[in-house]
C-alpha cells in the first residue's frame, strides 16, 4: 500500500503564520505592557496629590458630632443655630438587619465584599451616565468620608472639579476601610447621616417619621427612611408623602431583588399605608432654619452643615421674623380664647404620644419685591409639634384677597375705576359657595350689617369688598379672562374650571404665590421670575467664604399688565385702607404717610384669612386657618381684619427703619379727571349730596366730586347727568335748553342776606366759608392728598316760622 504523500509546501505556511501569530502576541503584550507601566506611572504621579490629601485626615475625627453652625440675619445678628441635638446615637446592635439590608440594597449592594470602592458599580455608572442616564457610584463608606471631612466644602474651596473631590474621597475611603470594620463604618454612618425634616442618623429618623425606636422598624418604614439618603427634604414623608411611598416601593423591590426580603414579603409592604406616626425628639429648629438648611444645601450638598462649624450669613431681617413671630402667636390665642371657640386648642405642652395636632395655624412671608430676598418667614405656628412649612407646601383658596386680580383683568381693558356695576342680592344658585339656597352672603366686607347700594362705581365696589358686585363685574369681564390674567400673575389656574365660584376667590393658591402676584402693583405691572433668596453667603469655622450667591442688580421681571392698571389696582387698595373693608390696618403703623397698600381676604365658610400688602420695598403676606380642609369656621365672622391683618401691621412695622423709605409713583399714561363718585361720570360743581337733620333742620352738603384715575385715552366722560338735571333718556327738542349738561360757570355771589328759605332753593348755589369764589371745592383723591376723611359742608339755616291761617 502506498504511503500519502506530505504537503511540505502547506505545512510550512503553517509554521510560518504561526510564528507570525506568536510575534504579534508577544509585540502586543510588551506595547500593552509600557503602555500599563507608562499609564500607570502618570496616573501615579496625577493621584500622587490627592493620595497625599487623604493620608492627611484624622480618622480618629470621623465621629464628631457635635458642632453647630450658626445663622445669622442680614445684619449679622445671631437668630438661631444648627444643632445636632436632634441627632441620638446608637450602636450597630440598635440597627434591625432588614434596615441594613434595605440600605445595601439601595446605596451598596456590594458593601460587604468592596475595599471602599465598587469597580463594579463604577462602570455600570459610566455606562449608563454614556446613555444619558443618571447614576452615581460612591460607596457607603465613600458618603462617610465625603460627610465626616467636608470633602465637598474643600473642593469648593480649592476650585476643585467633582473628579478631583471624588479622587480624594476614593483614597480616603481606602484608608478608613482599612482602619474601621465594616460594622463601625455602619454605625458611623447611620448615626451621621440626614433623613430630612431636621432628623440626623436613624434614631432621630426612626422617632420622628414612625414614632419607634429602630429596633422595631418593619421592612416598609426601612425602606422609607432608606429612600430619603438620596434628597432627605423633598422625599420627606411629612412634606411629600406620595414621593416618599414611590420611593420606599422602589427600594422595596430592590430588597426583594438582593434577596433581603421574599416574594410575599414585598407584596405585603407595599400594600401598606406609611402610617406616620411623628414622636420627635425635642430640638432646636424651625420651618426657617429647614429652609435655611435646604438653600444652603442647594448650594454645597444635603449634608454640608453636618459637620457643623459655619455662619450662615442669610437675607432675614431679625426684626421683622421676631415680629411676625411673636405677633401671629399672640392673633391665633385670642381666637381660641374666644367665648364658644369650638376647634382643637394649641397646647405647648402637648404629649407626642397624642394623634396629629390639628390647631389653628398661621404664615408669614415677607419679601423684598426689588430682590427676590426673603425678609421674614413664618411657616406655622409650632416646628416641633407640625413641621409641615404652609409657606412652601400649602395652599388655600385666598376669598376676597383675589379681588385685586379680578379687577386688574377688567382695568386692563375697557373698564374704569368710575365704570358703574350693579350692587343689588344675587341668588346663591349663581355660584354656589356655601350652599345652594338663599342669597349669596357679603362677608368681604368685613361688617356684621352690610347693605347693597344699588349702582356702585367699581372703585366703591373694591374698596367695600363688595361680593355680588364683584361677581357681576367678574362675568363682565368674562371668567376665562379673569383666570386668563390670574395665570399671568403666576397662579396655578389654568386648569381650573370656567365657574361663577372664580369670582369668590375659591380654588387654592399657595402664599408664596399670592406675595410674588400682590408685588405686581407696586413694580409697575412687572411680575418677578419667583425666585426667592434666602441665603447671602457661608463662611466656615476658618471665616473663608464658601459660598456667596450672585448679587443681580435686581430681580428679573416681566411685563404682565399696563403700569396704569397696576397704578389704579393700587390707588383702590390704598383707598380701602382709608375707608373701606380694611378699614383700620392703617392705625398704628410707623411708616407715615403710608406709600402702600394692600388687601384682606376671608373665605365664605370663615374657613381662611388672608392679608396681602405692600409698599414701595417690600411685600408681605400673612394666612390664618387650618391646614386640613373640612374644619368649617375659625369662629363665625372670623375676619382678616381681627385675625390677619394685625400680624401684616406688625411686620411692616418691623420692617419699616430699614425698608420703609421710598414712594410707588404714577406713570406717564395715568390722568386724574374730577368725577362724581355716586354717577361715575365727570364731576361738576352740582354734585352734592343732602341731607336734613329732622331735629334741627340743618342741611349737610357732601360733595360727591372725587379725583380718579384713568389710563390715558379712557378719561372722555360725559358731565355728571345725575347732579345737573340731565338724564340718560330721549328728552322732548321743546325741553333740551333745560336739560343741558352743566356748564363750568361762576356762581353769583350774593350781596345781602337772603330770605328765610324753607326750601332750600338757595342751597346748591351757596359757598361755603372758607371757599374761594368760583372754585369748585371737592374730595381729592386719596393718593393726591392723606386728608383723606369725609368732607362736610354745613350750611345753618334756622327753623321756617310755622305758618298759622286764623279764621275771621
Avoid at 56 to 67: A, C, K, M, T
Avoid at 210 to 235: D, Q
Avoid at 269 to 288: E, F, Q
Wanted: charged residues 25%.
Amino acid at each position: 500500500m502506498a504511503k500519502p504523500k506530505m504537503n511540505h509546501k502547506k505545512d510550512s505556511t503553517r509554521r510560518f503564520h504561526k510564528r507570525k501569530a506568536g510575534l504579534a502576541v508577544l509585540i502586543f503584550g510588551v506595547v500593552a505592557a509600557v503602555v500599563a507601566v507608562v499609564a500607570g506611572f502618570f496616573a501615579n504621579t496625577y493621584t500622587r496629590e490627592y493620595r497625599l490629601r487623604a493620608a492627611g485626615y484624622d480618622l480618629g475625627r470621623i465621629n464628631d458630632l457635635e458642632i453647630p453652625s450658626l445663622i445669622v440675619d442680614r445684619n449679622g445678628r445671631e437668630i438661631g443655630r444648627f444643632f445636632v441635638q436632634n441627632r441620638s446615637v446608637v450602636s450597630i446592635e440598635q440597627v434591625p438587619e432588614i434596615f441594613i439590608g434595605a440600605l445595601m440594597a439601595c446605596e451598596d449592594s456590594r458593601f460587604k465584599s468592596h475595599n471602599g470602592i465598587d469597580w463594579i458599580g463604577i462602570l455600570r455608572a459610566l455606562k449608563l451616565n454614556a446613555q444619558g442616564a443618571s447614576q452615581g457610584a460612591s460607596t457607603i463608606t465613600q458618603q462617610l468620608a465625603r460627610n465626616a471631612f467636608n470633602l465637598k466644602e474643600e473642593a469648593l474651596l480649592r476650585k476643585e472639579s467633582t473628579i478631583q473631590r471624588k479622587l480624594v474621597e476614593a483614597f480616603l475611603a481606602m484608608r478608613i476601610e482599612e482602619r474601621y470594620s465594616k460594622r463601625q463604618i455602619l454605625e458611623f454612618y447611620l448615626n451621621r447621616i440626614y433623613f430630612g425634616s431636621g432628623f440626623y442618623g436613624i434614631r432621630s429618623a426612626s422617632l420622628g417619621y414612625y414614632g419607634k425606636e429602630p429596633m422595631y422598624l418593619r421592612a416598609e418604614e426601612c425602606a422609607s427612611l432608606v429612600t430619603l439618603i438620596k434628597n432627605p427634604n423633598r422625599r420627606s414623608p411629612l412634606n411629600n408623602p406620595e414621593l416618599n411611598r414611590e420611593g420606599r416601593d422602589y427600594v422595596l423591590s430592590r430588597m426583594r431583588e438582593e434577596g433581603a426580603i421574599s416574594r410575599d414579603e414585598y407584596e405585603e409592604a407595599v400594600r401598606r399605608p406609611l402610617a406616620l406616626n411623628p414622636k420627635p425628639l425635642r430640638r432646636g429648629t424651625s420651618h426657617l432654619y429647614e429652609r435655611v438648611a435646604d438653600a444652603v444645601g442647594e448650594a454645597l450638598g444635603e449634608d454640608a452643615l453636618s459637620s457643623g462649624g459655619f455662619t450662615v450669613h442669610t437675607t432675614i431681617l431679625a426684626e421683622a421674623q421676631q415680629a411676625a413671630e411673636s405677633t401671629l402667636r399672640e392673633s391665633l390665642m385670642r381666637a381660641e380664647a374666644r367665648p364658644g371657640y369650638a376647634h382643637e386648642k394649641y397646647d405647648s405642652r402637648r404629649k407626642a404620644t397624642e394623634k396629629p395636632a390639628n390647631f389653628l395655624q398661621g404664615a408669614v412671608l415677607m419679601v423684598d419685591h426689588t430682590t427676590g430676598e426673603v425678609l421674614a418667614h413664618v411657616g406655622g405656628r409650632d416646628y416641633a409639634q407640625v413641621p409641615y412649612d404652609f409657606v412652601e407646601l400649602g395652599k388655600r383658596p385666598l376669598g376676597t384677597a383675589f379681588f385685586p386680580f379680578i379687577y386688574a383683568a377688567g382695568l386692563d381693558g375697557k373698564l374704569t375705576p368710575a365704570s358703574m356695576v350693579e350692587d343689588e342680592p344675587m341668588d346663591n344658585r349663581s355660584v354656589m359657595v356655601g350652599g345652594r339656597e338663599g342669597i349669596l352672603g357679603e362677608w368681604g366686607m368685613e361688617v356684621a350689617s352690610p347693605v347693597y347700594e344699588r349702582k356702585i362705581t367699581v372703585r366703591r365696589s373694591f374698596e367695600q369688598s363688595k361680593i355680588a358686585a364683584t361677581v357681576r363685574l367678574a362675568d363682565r369681564i368674562g371668567l376665562k379672562r379673569v383666570l386668563d390674567v390670574a395665570c399671568d400673575f403666576g397662579f396655578p389656574l389654568a386648569k381650573s374650571e370656567v365657574l361663577p365660584r372664580v369670582a369668590v376667590g375659591f380654588e387654592e393658591v399657595s402664599l408664596k404665590q399670592s406675595v410674588r402676584a400682590m408685588s405686581v402693583f407696586p413694580s409697575g405691572g412687572k411680575l418677578s421670575n419667583g425666585t426667592y433668596v434666602y441665603v447671602d453667603r457661608v463662611e466656615n469655622s476658618k471665616g473663608q467664604i464658601v459660598y456667596r450667591r450672585q448679587r443681580p442688580r435686581a430681580a428679573a421681571q416681566k411685563n404682565i399688565i399696563d403700569p396704569a392698571t397696576a397704578w389704579q389696582v393700587h390707588s383702590m387698595m390704598a383707598g380701602s385702607l382709608y375707608r373701606g373693608s380694611s378699614r383700620g390696618a392703617l392705625e398704628g403703623l410707623l411708616e407715615k404717610p403710608f406709600q402702600g397698600a394692600g388687601k384682606g381676604g376671608t373665605t365664605h365658610d370663615f374657613g381662611d384669612c388672608w392679608f396681602l400688602g405692600y409698599n414701595a420695598r417690600v411685600t408681605c403676606g400673612v394666612w390664618t386657618g387650618f391646614l386640613t380642609p373640612g374644619n368649617g369656621a375659625i369662629y363665625q365672622g372670623a375676619f382678616s381684619r381681627d385675625l390677619a391683618m394685625p400680624v401684616w401691621r406688625a411686620a411692616m412695622n418691623a420692617a419699616a427703619p430699614s425698608f420703609g423709605r421710598g414712594k410707588i409713583e404714577a406713570p406717564v399714561n395715568v390722568l386724574d379727571v374730577p368725577v362724581c363718585s355716586v354717577s361715575g361720570e365727570r364731576a361738576t360743581q352740582f354734585c352734592h349730596d343732602y341731607a336734613e337733620d329732622p331735629e334741627t333742620g340743618v342741611v349737610k352738603s357732601q360733595s360727591t366730586a372725587v379725583g380718579e384715575y384713568f389710563r390715558a385715552g379712557t378719561e372722555k366722560l360725559a358731565f355728571c347727568s345725575l347732579h345737573s338735571g340731565a338724564g340718560a333718556d330721549m328728552v322732548a327738542p321743546e325741553m333740551a335748553i333745560i336739560n343741558l349738561p352743566a356748564l363750568d360757570a361762576l356762581p353769583i355771589r350774593p350781596k345781602a342776606a337772603v330770605l328765610e328759605d324753607p326750601y332750600h332753593t338757595e342751597v346748591p348755589g351757596a359757598l361755603v366759608a372758607g371757599q374761594s369764589q368760583g372754585l369748585l371745592r371737592r374730595r381729592t383723591n386719596v393718593l393726591d392728598s392723606l386728608d383723606l376723611g369725609e368732607v362736610e359742608e354745613v350750611i345753618p339755616l334756622k327753623q321756617p316760622k310755622r305758618l298759622v291761617i286764623e279764621d275771621e
